[in-house]
């Protein structure tokens, strides 16, 4: 296990490159998330030469939010409300995300990083939720500030789940900002919560005690909500007690 001060690496994808500000970047929450828990960020830019065998130095991976997966990665025609679509970061996160699954190694995905994981193993997209769940909206009408683009949601969580497991509860109230949602199931992913509408709002794979993947940001309120938090927790404590194969 590669461990840096005696915290584990979680490794990151980072949004893809901002060309008219020249950089990559992630929201700070994500990285005070994993901090909080125990460990350190290893932050991977996407490009073209990203070689997906750095996770075998790592001890975790969270796979985080951002723009809209190429509806091309699951045979779809794109919806006209698509958005921030990066054909180089899906390369590249689907590659880091199959793997992740093939060498087990401990994964937290996050919003967009669950989906990402739905298509990686098959799985279709909802590309606009308000076109099929009678014009639901799971994120804010988005404005002057950052939270404006975030909604409160309660969410169920089956009973015999990990994530309930983890949680240690089978209601949460989830702080949501996504457009887009699972529709068909990758592989054996099982879906594990959803929205009072039916949207799936976490999946988990019952072969792979090391995968949660949630729909929702955790991320936003982990800071003052210890169910939240622990869903960090999880990650950190799996990457301190599982060496990747």
Known sequence: MTTWGRRPLIGMVSYGLNESRDRYGVPTEYVASIERAGAHVVLIPPTDRTDVTLLDLLNGLMLIGGGDVDPGRYGAEPHPTIEGVDLVRDAVELAVA??????????????????????????????????????????????????????????????????????GATSLEVAASHHQAIATLGGSLRAVAWAADGVVEAVELPDNQNLLAVQWHPERTAFRDPTQHQLFEWLVERATSTSPA
């Open 98 to 167: 199959t793997r992740a699954l093939a060498i087990s190694l401990p994964t937290l995905a996050i919003c967009r990083g669950a989906q990402l994981l739905n298509v990686a193993l098959g799985g279709t997209l909802i590309q606009h939720l308000p076109d099929q769940t009678t014009g639901a909206n799971h994120r804010g009408a988005g404005g002057a500030t950052e939270a404006s683009f975030y909604l409160t949601e309660r969410i169920r969580v089956a009973p015999d789940s990990q994530l309930a497991d983890v949680c």
